[in-house]
Protein backbone atom coordinates (compact mmCIF):
# COMPACT_ATOMS: atom_id res chain seq x y z
CA UNK A 1 0.00 0.00 0.00
CA UNK A 2 1.58 3.20 -0.96
CA UNK A 3 1.28 5.58 1.61
CA UNK A 4 2.47 9.77 0.95
CA UNK A 5 2.79 12.54 3.06
CA UNK A 6 2.22 16.21 2.13
CA UNK A 7 3.63 18.15 4.89
CA UNK A 8 3.45 21.60 5.53
CA UNK A 9 2.39 24.47 7.57
CA UNK A 10 -0.48 25.28 6.26
CA UNK A 11 -1.22 28.63 8.02
CA UNK A 12 -3.62 29.05 6.35
CA UNK A 13 -4.66 26.02 3.90
CA UNK A 14 -5.06 27.54 0.58
CA UNK A 15 -6.65 26.81 -2.92
CA UNK A 16 -3.47 25.49 -4.25
CA UNK A 17 -2.62 23.42 -1.30
CA UNK A 18 -6.11 21.21 -2.22
CA UNK A 19 -4.92 21.98 -5.36
CA UNK A 20 -2.03 19.44 -4.80
CA UNK A 21 -4.25 17.37 -2.98
CA UNK A 22 -6.61 16.89 -4.93
CA UNK A 23 -4.28 15.87 -7.32
CA UNK A 24 -2.11 13.74 -5.16
CA UNK A 25 -5.10 11.24 -3.91
CA UNK A 26 -6.12 9.04 -7.29
CA UNK A 27 -2.03 8.63 -6.95
CA UNK A 28 -1.78 6.86 -3.88
CA UNK A 29 -3.87 4.29 -1.70
CA UNK A 30 -3.69 6.94 1.52
CA UNK A 31 -2.55 10.36 1.75
CA UNK A 32 -1.66 11.87 4.99
CA UNK A 33 -1.56 15.67 5.43
CA UNK A 34 1.33 16.71 8.07
CA UNK A 35 0.74 19.98 9.73
CA UNK A 36 4.43 20.78 11.04
CA UNK A 37 4.24 22.60 14.18
CA UNK A 38 7.07 25.12 12.90
CA UNK A 39 7.14 27.36 15.88
CA UNK A 40 10.20 29.85 14.14
CA UNK A 41 7.74 30.66 11.85
CA UNK A 42 5.14 32.80 14.06
CA UNK A 43 2.15 30.94 12.90
CA UNK A 44 -0.95 33.41 13.01
CA UNK A 45 -3.00 30.09 13.69
CA UNK A 46 -2.36 27.54 16.60
CA UNK A 47 -1.52 24.22 15.67
CA UNK A 48 -4.32 22.82 16.90
CA UNK A 49 -6.68 25.67 14.48
CA UNK A 50 -4.71 24.77 11.52
CA UNK A 51 -5.30 20.69 11.66
CA UNK A 52 -8.72 21.50 12.19
CA UNK A 53 -8.98 23.68 9.17
CA UNK A 54 -7.05 21.09 7.33
CA UNK A 55 -9.72 18.31 8.57
CA UNK A 56 -12.91 20.45 7.14
CA UNK A 57 -11.37 21.41 3.94
CA UNK A 58 -10.06 17.88 3.03
CA UNK A 59 -13.33 16.35 4.86
CA UNK A 60 -14.38 15.00 1.60
CA UNK A 61 -12.13 13.35 -0.33
CA UNK A 62 -11.17 9.55 0.21
CA UNK A 63 -8.05 8.20 2.07
CA UNK A 64 -6.86 11.60 3.42
CA UNK A 65 -5.85 11.90 6.93
CA UNK A 66 -4.37 14.97 9.06
CA UNK A 67 -2.07 14.37 11.70
CA UNK A 68 0.10 17.40 13.45
CA UNK A 69 3.88 16.61 13.57
CA UNK A 70 7.31 18.44 14.75
CA UNK A 71 11.05 17.70 14.46
CA UNK A 72 12.24 15.91 10.86
CA UNK A 73 9.92 15.32 8.30
CA UNK A 74 11.24 12.51 7.47
CA UNK A 75 10.78 11.17 10.97
CA UNK A 76 7.20 11.53 10.84
CA UNK A 77 7.10 10.52 7.19
CA UNK A 78 8.48 6.74 8.52
CA UNK A 79 6.39 6.89 11.62
CA UNK A 80 3.04 7.01 9.72
CA UNK A 81 4.62 4.36 7.22
CA UNK A 82 5.28 6.42 4.35
CA UNK A 83 7.08 6.18 0.96
CA UNK A 84 6.37 8.94 -0.48
CA UNK A 85 6.73 12.92 0.13
CA UNK A 86 4.27 15.13 -1.75
CA UNK A 87 5.49 18.49 -2.74
CA UNK A 88 4.04 21.58 -4.43
CA UNK A 89 5.80 23.62 -7.31
CA UNK A 90 4.91 27.29 -7.80
CA UNK A 91 7.36 29.04 -9.52
CA UNK A 92 10.99 28.41 -10.55
CA UNK A 93 12.00 30.08 -7.19
CA UNK A 94 10.09 26.85 -5.71
CA UNK A 95 11.86 24.22 -7.81
CA UNK A 96 15.03 25.44 -6.69
CA UNK A 97 14.39 25.07 -2.41
CA UNK A 98 12.32 21.66 -3.61
CA UNK A 99 15.23 20.21 -5.56
CA UNK A 100 17.21 21.05 -1.91
CA UNK A 101 15.15 19.90 -0.01
CA UNK A 102 14.67 16.49 -2.16
CA UNK A 103 18.55 15.69 -1.87
CA UNK A 104 18.83 16.14 1.58
CA UNK A 105 15.53 13.98 2.09
CA UNK A 106 17.76 11.17 0.18
CA UNK A 107 20.71 11.80 2.49
CA UNK A 108 18.47 11.46 5.51
CA UNK A 109 15.92 8.99 4.26
CA UNK A 110 17.26 7.18 1.14
CA UNK A 111 13.81 5.17 1.16
CA UNK A 112 11.55 8.42 0.97
CA UNK A 113 10.92 9.17 -2.68
CA UNK A 114 9.76 12.86 -3.30
CA UNK A 115 7.27 13.81 -5.48
CA UNK A 116 6.39 17.47 -6.50
CA UNK A 117 3.32 18.26 -8.68
CA UNK A 118 3.26 21.07 -10.48
CA UNK A 119 0.49 23.92 -8.88
CA UNK A 120 -2.56 24.54 -11.49
CA UNK A 121 -1.44 27.79 -13.13
CA UNK A 122 -4.61 29.92 -11.37
CA UNK A 123 -3.46 28.90 -8.25
CA UNK A 124 0.50 29.48 -8.75
CA UNK A 125 0.81 33.06 -7.14
CA UNK A 126 -1.05 31.84 -4.08
CA UNK A 127 1.07 31.89 -0.74
CA UNK A 128 -0.31 31.81 2.32
CA UNK A 129 1.57 34.84 3.49
CA UNK A 130 0.05 36.69 0.79
CA UNK A 131 -2.99 35.33 1.89
CA UNK A 132 -2.82 36.76 5.34
CA UNK A 133 -1.62 40.22 4.42
CA UNK A 134 -4.90 40.38 1.99
CA UNK A 135 -7.15 39.20 4.78
CA UNK A 136 -5.79 41.63 7.36
CA UNK A 137 -6.24 44.80 4.74
CA UNK A 138 -9.57 43.39 4.39
CA UNK A 139 -9.05 42.38 0.89
CA UNK A 140 -11.47 39.36 -0.98
CA UNK A 141 -9.98 35.71 -0.24
CA UNK A 142 -12.44 34.23 -3.02
CA UNK A 143 -11.37 31.72 -5.11
CA UNK A 144 -7.96 31.90 -2.82
CA UNK A 145 -8.99 29.67 0.19
CA UNK A 146 -12.02 27.43 0.96
CA UNK A 147 -14.78 29.48 2.75
CA UNK A 148 -14.37 28.26 6.22
CA UNK A 149 -11.06 29.37 6.01
CA UNK A 150 -11.84 32.96 4.66
CA UNK A 151 -14.37 32.93 7.86
CA UNK A 152 -11.51 31.66 10.36
CA UNK A 153 -8.91 34.88 8.43
CA UNK A 154 -11.76 37.59 9.19
CA UNK A 155 -12.81 36.22 12.25
CA UNK A 156 -8.87 36.36 13.20
CA UNK A 157 -8.19 39.60 12.08
CA UNK A 158 -10.94 41.33 13.68
CA UNK A 159 -10.50 40.12 16.73
CA UNK A 160 -6.65 41.59 16.71
CA UNK A 161 -7.70 44.54 15.28
CA UNK A 162 -10.05 44.92 18.10
CA UNK A 163 -7.57 43.73 20.39
CA UNK A 164 -4.97 46.96 18.42
CA UNK A 165 -7.37 49.59 19.06
CA UNK A 166 -8.41 49.18 22.48
CA UNK A 167 -12.19 47.73 21.19
CA UNK A 168 -11.07 44.34 22.12
CA UNK A 169 -11.24 42.19 25.15
CA UNK A 170 -8.04 42.13 26.63
Do not use: W
Not at 13 to 20: A, E, L, R, Y
Not at 73 to 95: C, E, P, W, Y
Not at 111 to 136: G, R
Amino acid sequence: MAIAVYPGTFDPITCGHMDIIERAVPLVDKLIVGVYENLAKRPLFSLEERVRLVEEAVKDLPNVEVKAFKGLTVDFIHQVGGKIMIRGLRANSDFEREFEMALMTRKLAPDIEPLCLMTSSQYQFLSSTLIKEVAELGGCLEGMVPDHVAAALREKFSTSTKLATGKGKR
